[in-house]
């Protein structure tokens, strides 16, 4: 498991040890160095150091080249312009980089950092007793992909799905299920996520109408709200069959979008139910908290309403009831100091960013939060659909998980039909899950997690355009052209020049683990994506210009096998990065 030191960073040091020599009372400066057109790469720090020094750019450019290491790594590097530095890497370096990433196996150079920590993650919140919609689908799609990215980059995670299993509408169903105790009874064993969810549906319709029908039903079921806060056995175990009906359902479309879940991932609201007269008795005393009409609040000099007044976090509330901010709190003290976390990550729809600025903010009053650990609420915006309107139906419900992710593997396994000439039924079926699903959590991912995203299933399953069908086609295209290699197999040969194509797409790959590392530290999927999808623009642009089995020599057929198998590795693992597969045959 080594770590492969990137072209960027050896070209960046040799320019930086070339600038300390040129001008030592600049110290160790940075060559401001990035990927160009022009060259390789562009050096642009020159100009400010120059400015600084009060120097002439081009003549300390001129003096910098000529302290420059140059043969194994660094080709050619030229002055131009008013003081830059353009950079071309030898051939041998571009494949012997990628030689040493190809050796590492599945890692492909990404190192593991060096102080990891432990994060805990918030996302995927379904409701118990309720359907999962698309409004779900961003937490559980952004928050798997940061989960994937922060385990490879070696931090330690925490997955917590803080599911709505607690409140008031828990007193109506429980008595209502008391009152009719087999409804959510399974007659013939197993039952699938499916009917899980039509049993709850049911039983929720048929206890609202006595709800709202019956003044004396409406009684017993608000004694039976208090009654569940206060842990009465029956009314628990009842409670319990609803949220094990729920998890039948929750997992099955989890299982659907390809997503691992446990038990123990699995802490609800209810799971806090024991800290939250604690957690205000602890900001209550150090003062964090103040009584106001009653309840016990958290005020804010920057929170204000639209009277202008004050508007308060209300910890609980004037009847002794407790709010979300209750159980939130009491969660970032679990999180803290049981799970012993040094960051925390709430992958939560941005339209609730006042309520954790807030939260956040308490807590740190507390102590609870510091420098040492720190809470950040990754916040997704909107999935709207072809109008640029909020998702919903066409008689303006709210669109259900589950029909989205069935029509998108519909949609898709037509698309590998029509392409599979010698695919089985089963294989078509298994591929279209992969492209379906794929597809959704592709376009979910390729936007910045902040940006509301249009959801437009025929762009999402097509094959041209940033998709992740192109990325899955692309990698089932080299997988073909290494079967048809037969006994050839693939060879890096650092002695061989480079066409332009094998560079750009080599030079590329070469860039993965830093964009995997960027993408962890800022929790950005949408970075890995579009990184994917131009690795894959620039392996069909290698495809088209440079024949692979049929190149000049053997030598050049190996290395081009040798570029095409990295290429497909790393596609393989950055798509599985952000929980999508790649099918070997499409």
Known sequence: MASVTSLTASVHQRLADALSAALPEAGSADPLLRRSDRADFQANGILALAKKAKANPRELATQVVAQVESGDVIKDIEVSGPGFLNVTITDRAITENLAARYEDGARLGVPVADHPGTTVIDYAQPNVAKEMHVGHLRSAVIGDAVVQLLEFTGETVVRR????????????????????????????????????????????????????????????????????????????????????ESKIYFYSVFDKLDMEISDADVVGESGYNDMLDETCRLLEESGVAVRSDGALCVFFDDVKGPDGNPVPLIVRKSDGGYGYAATDLSAIRDRVFNLKATSLIYVVDARQSLHFKMVFETARRAGWLNDDVKAHQLAFGTVLGKDGKPFKTREGETVRLVDLLDEAVERAS???????????????????????????????????????????????????????????????RIQSILRKAGEVRPAAHPELELAGAERALGLHIDAFAEVVAEAATEYAPHKLAAYLYQLASLYTTFYDKCPVLKAETPQQVENRLFLCDVTARTLHQGMALLGIRTPERL
Do not use: C
């Not at 929720?204 to 004694?223: I, L, W």
């Not at 628990?236 to 094990?244: E, G, I, P, R, T």
């Open 414 to 476: 037509a698309v590998v039909r029509e392409k599979a000439l010698d695919l089985s039924e089963a294989e078509i079926t298994e591929r279209g899950a992969q492209v379906g699903i794929g597809a959704v959590k592709y376009a979910d991912l390729s936007t910045s997690a902040n940006r509301d995203y249009k959801f437009d299933l025929d762009q999402m399953v097509s094959l041209n355009g940033d998709t992740s069908v192109y990325l899955q086609y692309a990698y089932a």
């Open 161 to 244: 799905h803080h599911i709505g299993d607690w409140g008031t509408q828990f007193g109506m169903l429980i008595q209502y299920l008391i009152e009719h105790p087999h409804e959510l009874d399974h007659k013939d064993g197993a039952v699938s996520g499916e009917e899980a969810m039509s049993n709850l549906n049911r039983l929720y319709k048929a206890a609202r109408t006595v709800f709202d029908s019956d003044a004396e039903f409406k009684t017993r079921a608000r004694r039976r709200v208090v009654d569940l806060q206060a842990g009465e056995p029956e009314t628990l175990a009842m409670w319990q069959k609803f949220v094990d």
